[in-house]
């Protein structure tokens, strides 16, 4: 595998490449959060990014990285801030992008990447169905596959989110994210352990999905078969990439439980005014669980996303605006 | 009344005071919410100010100015963000703090109050009833007392946020601040005139506390008894040196309806993934509404809070995390 994997100096690269396209995205502290776990925590805010999610740092990595001329369209499949990064990403280069896209996905993604231009194939979900459905697209419509994260230049670009925390926060003791294919803990790994080999990374993941905590457990490259967690951007399993990112330079997983994640959402808006989504929450999950470094330590939590559903999430209950 | 009104050369001093001791907030962008409104929209996010809104720059502007020895007490009343703001200013400066609080007021407010040091006084809610009990409690604890908007030091420290706003985006067309007793409305255009004549200067209000509207329409200041608004922080009626700065320095008030700012509210969490208060949501609202300048037009807001009952908001409902 090794020569298919990105490097630090990859890292780098895509931070000089993405650097015009992207949103520098603030570091934000809570003084009240940071009360709560005993730590001091840095929160770098993906969910302020273009498209609402960290995705868009790899999605755009790679198409500057195509000619338009030659590949006009891309493809992938995602159940949701991938393939609205990537049609992001292909139009502002000028492509088309499809997106093939499970049914259960969060519907304000399917919007998203509506809203972005790309063109929406359903398939139902689960791994084996979107290769398959992937597959039929390509045969009608042949484009470059950009997988949403076993793939060298979109984990690059992911781990570009890192380097800026730490260009900012140098000192940090535990950097964490969350886990679900592993393109983000991969990047934010070679970014984290080159620049400073003390600093532990810790991926986070929801008990119901732990195949990355398995997976580093066992030394084996594990997977889970259609997920129920609430965190609908971590349902994949870890990619072949990702793993050997995890296995080598990954400390530690965390998993969490469904309630945790749901209240981490609940206190990072009432700490932070923060809105993320349940995939970002893991990590807030860990630390409020006291799971990430120990007391005193200083924590950058990435916040991966902010597309929530604000009618499907539990404590954010539909309603339209009442009639007053 | 001259004498007693800040210049713009006391927002520029209270500038220099407060520096070290505030956040220097984001400006935050939406292309969601730009689409939505023809406009470009720039909100300065006070709702990450300590304290969880602008309320901290004009306390902490007061109390810089009073001696801890000689005034070992501030003694204020206030539906929330002021009182605990300065508890909070009151505690960095070693000084005690006292604050008359209606009973109606939003119990996470409350609380905050509470953690930040102060002694919390219950009263009915009202004017009347406020003022009422702030001279009982200063009969028997002699203090400074430190009016949340009708106080020339309070008023300068809020005009600092559009003064950093308009630093970083010196060539908007419209400012717009919600107005309750008119602190941040009045320092904001004494800011904003100084800096620039032809920005107008934009004040919002819920139509069922619309005192500065009815003021600035007749000429004559008017009051309100106890509205009926979701927006906690504008029940007040405005103060005496904020009607003088509404009446010569203010364009326009805006009125908008209850159904309005929980809509706003809700808009600003999807666009933005930020939680602002029913308060901060006026501006918002009327932004939304088209009332805030021209299609084209560059548009500043100040996001005055984000201090919310989460098991009270209208779409945001209680429930403790689901047992999973």
Do not use: W
């Amino acid at each position: 595998m090794a020569d298919f994997l990105p490097t630090f100096a990859d890292v780098v690269a895509a931070a000089a490449r993405i650097g015009p396209h992207i949103v520098r995205t603030s570091v934000m502290r809570s003084a009240a959060f940071d009360a709560r776990v005993g730590r001091q925590v840095f929160f770098k805010c993906e969910n302020l990014q273009t498209g609402g999610a960290f995705k868009y740092r790899g999605a755009i990595n790679t198409v500057l990285q195509l000619d338009p001329a030659r590949t006009p369209l891309v493809v992938t499949h995602s159940s949701g801030n991938h393939g609205n990064a990537l049609a992001l990403a292909a139009r502002a280069r000028g492509m088309r992008a499809i997106v093939v896209v499970p049914r259960d996905s969060a519907r304000s993604k399917i919007a998203n990447i509506e809203a972005a231009g790309a063109r929406i194939e359903f398939c139902e979900p689960g791994l084996a169905a979107r290769e398959q459905k992937l597959k039929e697209v390509l045969a009608r419509d042949p484009g470059e596959v950009v997988h949403p994260f076993d793939d060298a230049r979109i984990i690059a670009g992911q781990g570009t989110a890192v380097l800026e925390l730490l260009a900012e926060h140098s000192d940090l003791d535990v950097v964490s994210t969350p886990v679900g294919g592993g393109g983000l803990i991969g990047g934010s790994a070679l970014a984290a352990k080159a620049l400073s080999p003390r600093i532990r990374v810790v991926g986070a993941e929801p008990a119901n999905a732990d195949d990355a905590f398995r997976s580093l457990k066992t030394g084996t490259r594990c997977s889970v078969q259609v997920p129920d967690t609430i965190a609908d951007g971590l349902r994949g399993s870890i990619g072949a990439r990702n793993f050997e990112l995890l296995r080598t330079l990954v400390d530690d997983v965390i998993t969490v439980s469904e309630a945790q994640i749901v209240e981490a959402m609940r206190i990072t808006l009432q700490d932070l005014k923060l809105l993320i989504e349940p995939s970002s929450a893991v990590a807030v999950a860990a630390a409020l669980a006291g799971q990430l470094g120990k007391q005193g330590d200083r924590v950058g939590i990435v916040l991966s996303g902010g597309n929530v559903d604000l009618d499907q999430c539990p404590f954010l209950r539909g309603a339209a605006a009442p009639a007053m």
